[in-house]
């Protein structure tokens, strides 16, 4: 009669069935035009900046950042909960052994040694549940290494633009200054020479004395620059041996990115693979949280071997054992209920995950092509203002034009270049922001042979096992 009880219960399961998500995606985004698939998180899409230095920073960062380090020991601490998962069986040893002097002379000596054993019997397939449950929590940390290094490529990105940038204003700021040491002698010969007053000499040493106050917060931002970069590689400060001082041009990139279609983001990018595997993380947590309120079986043993004085005995225990829920088991119904909402709420995560995706393209791409855009009108402003300038100085030259005309003319071409330099570095930037948001680059420096395992993967390799 009991055997036939285990083999009833043999037939129940907790486990709660999993139904992969669904999201409405369309046929493409909404302000590009129509694209064809593209894997993109193996695509090293910061080589399209032609820029050997980055390229190199790249190389270092993926290398010694130590974000990137702790991501990848969290991995190796998720792939031991996995292994410290209990397991059915267990087998305990122990033995002891005594001599006792006795009152009226003589030793006896005992000795004791036994096994303990038991087979934890799982009718409802908990163990599975929770090797499930911790191999998606190992899964989801080694798609943390890819969020991880998708955040590093954006900031090294992010800084390296931001860093050229401030050395270009720098250079601008210098360009400006002999500029206006100029204006200041024009000024003072005209004044010399009556044709200019003394307002106007004191208005060209005043804009002399702006753009020298420009410098300084300039410099400092071109430091901090440099400490991010070396930071981001896993250095101090002053240990990156990489030439980051050597003139070069602003970062621009070559030509825009591949948006291929929207449903791409589900395999590109590490934030939504996380949120799925989390998710199913919550819906196997649903059944071990429901095998509480079924009844816990176990077979249990004790062999034992006594030794008192000459004489032995050996005890051999064996049988089953049931341990049966409360009666009221009011919290543990509550657990389950909570695990289903936790459940609900890692669904509505995940779909609110590819929403915001799908999202952070559109408004990148349309923030590229602006930028684009931009740069193109912000040089023919810089060309037409620096043409205005040039015309001045003749007129000034010639007595056409005043000197407040030419003050006012260099303050133009000083705008127009701090604009283009600006527009500049924004296009690197949406171009950067645009990638991450593609998911490209995520997988780039992963070892090889280890891929992210899907829910269904999981599954799968647990039906072999």
């Given amino acids: ?40 998180s193996d695509v090293r899409w910061w080589q399209d900046f032609k820029d050997p230095t980055l390229n190199t920073l790249m190389v270092r960062s993926l290398e010694g950042n130590l974000d990137l380090a702790l991501a990848r020991e969290r991995v190796i601490e998720a792939r031991a909960n996995v292994d410290s998962v209990s397991s059915p069986f267990s087998a305990t040893p122990s033995a002891s052994a005594t001599v006792e002097k006795q009152p009226f002379g003589g030793v006896v000596s005992r000795g004791d040694a036994s096994l303990n054993f038991g087979w934890i019997l799982d009718p409802y397939g908990l163990r599975r549940q929770q090797l499930l449950v911790a191999g998606a929590q190992r899964e989801a940390t080694k798609a943390e290494v890819d969020a991880a290094r998708q955040v590093l490529t954006l900031n090294v990105a992010n800084a390296y633009v931001d860093l050229r940038y401030y050395q270009k204003l720098m250079d601008l700021r210098h360009q400006q200054l002999r500029s206006r040491r100029r204006a200041v002698a024009l000024t003072e010969t005209l004044f010399q020479g009556e044709a200019a007053t003394r307002l106007d000499v004191v208005r060209t040493e005043a804009l002399l004395a702006e753009t020298e106050t420009q410098i300084p917060p300039v410099s400092a931002s071109i430091l901090a620059r440099k400490n991010e970069i070396a930071v981001l590689t896993g250095l101090a400060p002053d240990r990156l041996d990489v030439n980051l001082s050597a003139n070069a041009s602003q970062p621009r990139p070559t030509k825009a990115p591949d948006l291929g279609i929207p449903a791409d983001v589900l395999r590109n990018r590490p934030d939504i693979q996380i949120a799925e595997l989390n998710y199913y993380a919550a819906v196997a947590e649903i059944g071990i949280a429901r095998a509480d309120l079924y009844p816990q079986l176990s077979l249990t043993g004790l062999i034992s ?128 922001q645009l990638n991450v948001a593609l998911g490209a680059g995520s997988q780039v420096g992963r070892p090889t042979g280890d891929p992210i395992q899907t829910p269904e993967d999981l599954i799968q390799s647990m039906s072999k096992t």
């Avoid at 046929?27 to 894997?39: M, N």
């Fill in 1 to 40: 009669m009991g055997m036939v009880a285990l083999l009833a219960l043999a037939a129940c399961s907790t486990e709660e069935p999993y139904h992969k998500p669904i999201f409405d995606f369309s046929k493409g985004y909404r302000s590009a035009p129509h694209h064809g698939p593209r894997h993109q």
């Fill in 305 to 432: 071997q006594v030794l008192v004085g000459g004489a032995t005995g050996t005890q051999l225990v064996f049988g089953p054992a049931v341990d049966f829920p409360s009666l009221f088991n009011e919290a543990g119904k509550a657990r389950v209920a909570a695990a289903h909402s936790r459940a609900r709420q890692a669904h509505t995560t995940w779909k609110a995950t590819v929403l915001s995706a799908i999202e952070e393209v559109d408004t990148a791409y349309a923030a590229y092509q602006g930028s684009l855009r931009a740069v193109q009108e912000a040089q023919n402003y810089a060309r037409l203002q620096r043409e205005a300038r040039d015309l001045t100085l003749n007129l000034v030259e010639r007595e056409g034009a005043t000197v407040r005309d030419l003050i006012s003319a260099e303050g133009s071409v000083a705008d127009a270049d701090v604009i283009l330099a600006d527009s500049m570095r924004q296009l690197g930037r949406d171009f950067v």
